[in-house]
């Protein structure tokens, strides 16, 4: 699914000229059922030529393409076998250059698109100003294409192909999720406006096809994150910095201070993501998911850098059965009974460090 869900991943791209184009309420939801539709046609009819002209089983060792099949085709080319058995080996050749046609095609798309939405971001205001302005000459937005074609590069030296699809299309259909989902959102504002017209973008079956929208996305998004954790785990952690930075309406992001109001918080949802990284990875059903408050964090650290629940309370501005009860729940969570265990054991986890 990874794979096919990135090679179709601009299919949305439309959208992002919105502005510019006559009746968007009528042609944006055309133009997405039109191209998603001769897409998913196109796929159908590959993958119908494919099963017409190369056996499905075949064997690893076999010398030819007929004898390898959908099966075993050499380095998962279905394609290329398949043009190979209609026009001769020679069309090996003809496939490659199609591919790059298609390539060049879709980064030109991608080129014209991308670029659109970090200008807008910084016409917002939630983006670097200078993205947001057009070159005098030529009226288009050169900064936000060079600063997509400068991440784009980097994101290429970052890891293998299999490695950067796991971390883009896990936050990609993440976003596609929250897309569909904002529209269930502004629906309910409607209602509650009553608002109504004709100028409404029309979604048949809704709320049901969005949910499901929603929920598919969703589900993409968690099993890819579950069964690459680590590769996920770096568009998680892209993500969490744009995040950072979004958060704040000043021009000048000053990060520290946003980290610094947001430490805490952040330092929870990193011990949940590694909790669960470790669980996935070990795959043994012993290894525990283990979800503890803010709260439970905070004194956890103190107890373990030798406070008393005294001396929490008062830096935390807590009273004394408070503490107690925030160090039980955490025990409880553990599996430990005694404030000295349930420090230990959470030390040991890596949750908090010991003062020795």
């Known amino acids: 699914m990874v794979g096919s869900l990135f090679s179709a991943d601009a299919w949305n791209n439309v959208t992002f000229a919105a502005a510019e184009v006559r009746e968007p309420t009528k042609n944006l939801p055309r133009a997405l059922a039109l191209g998603t539709g001769l897409v998913c046609t196109l796929y159908l009819l590959a993958n119908v030529a494919y099963l017409n002209i190369l056996p499905f089983w075949g064997d690893p060792k076999g010398t030819d393409v007929l004898a390898r099949g959908l099966q075993y085709a050499a380095q998962d080319r279905v394609g290329t076998a398949a043009i190979e058995v209609a026009l001769g080996a020679g069309a090996a050749t003809i496939m490659a250059v199609a591919i790059l046609l298609s390539t060049f095609g879709c980064n030109n798309g991608l080129i014209l698109s991308g670029p659109r939405a970090y200008y807008a971001m910084a016409k917002d205001g939630v983006f670097f100003s200078a993205v947001g302005t057009l070159n005098p000459r030529s009226r288009v937005p050169v900064i936000a294409i060079a600063l997509q074609g400068v991440w784009a590069a980097v ?26 989902a904002s529209l269930l ?168 460090s010991m003062r020795l």
Request: hydrophobic letters at 45%; a positive charge.
């Open 155 to 180: 994101i290429a030296l970052m890891g293998h192909f299999d490695q950067i699809l796991n971390y883009v299309v896990s936050i990609d259909v993440l976003f596609f999720g929250l897309t569909g």
């Open 185 to 352: 959102i502004f629906r309910a504002r409607e209602r509650r406006e009553g608002v109504t017209g004709d100028d409404r973008i029309r979604v048949p079956g809704h709320p049901v096809t969005t949910i499901v929208f929603v929920a598919a996305c969703w589900a993409v998004s968690l099993t890819t994150i579950i069964g690459h954790p680590k590769d996920a785990g770096v568009g998680l952690l892209i993500l969490l910095i744009g995040a950072v930075v979004w958060a704040t309406d000043q021009h000048t992001v000053n990060v520290r201070a946003v980290f610094d109001e947001h430490a805490a918080d952040l330092h929870v949802m990193a011990l949940r993501f590694i909790s669960a990284c470790n669980a996935t990875a070990h795959g043994d059903p012993s290894v525990r998911f283990y979800k503890f408050t803010r709260r439970e964090i905070q004194c956890l650290k103190l107890a373990a850098a030798g406070k008393t629940d005294e001396e929490i309370g008062t830096i935390l501005s807590l009273a004394i059965p408070t503490v107690r009860f925030h160090l039980k729940k955490a025990g409880e969570k553990l599996g430990e009974s005694g404030r000295l265990r349930t420090v230990q054991h959470a030390a040991a986890l890596g949750f908090v």
